[in-house]
């Protein structure tokens, strides 16, 4: 049976889950794992034109939410859907290391650093989730810990945008930064 959400601090939902960046991938595809290793979810797609999309299937096929391409240039801009039903809208801010980026419609505020690659997402004061760099790989694989199943697509998705706002504003700022793979 899945996990419930509760409010009770003692039993609350929490789940880790891992990301690869697709920015050197030869596929289009990417298994997001659990902390068991389990394959949870398929992320699929490309950006960099307007009206690509990214988008996120269970492991049976499904599609369960995507993020748009709306806009290029030095603030792109994505959509974000739901079961097919926009939900929201996230768009790059021009501050180059503490980031503060709303996302509308959710109500989500990401805070953290980009270029650590560690950054927390808030509506109001309830965490939704966290994001942090896997030690020893270099900062191309990420821990995504998720504190409610139902935020566990729309998490993803903005983590992997996220995430690559992030190694474009670590090339610019950190041209020689020894990069280690284990």
Known sequence: STPKPSSAASDVYKRQLYIRDRSTDLNSATVIHD????????LAGKWGIRYDALSLYTMSDELLAEAKQLTLGLTPKFALYLNRRQVGTIGKSLGLFHE?????????????????GR???????????AVEPVP???????CL???????EPLAILTATIINRWALSLIHISEP???ISIA
Do not use: E
Request: charged residues 10%; hydrophobic residues 40%.
């Open 35 to 42: 902390a068991s290793g389990h394959s949870c979810y398929l």
């Open 100 to 116: 503060l980026i709303y996302i509308h419609g959710l109500n989500w505020i990401v805070v953290g650093s980009l270029v650590s």
């Open 119 to 129: 950054f927390k997402v808030f509506c109001g004061s309830r965490l939704i989730f």
């Open 136 to 142: 020893n790989t270099g900062g191309f694989c990420s």
């Open 145 to 151: 810990s998720v504190t409610n199943q139902a935020d």
């Open 176 to 178: 020689t930064r020894p």
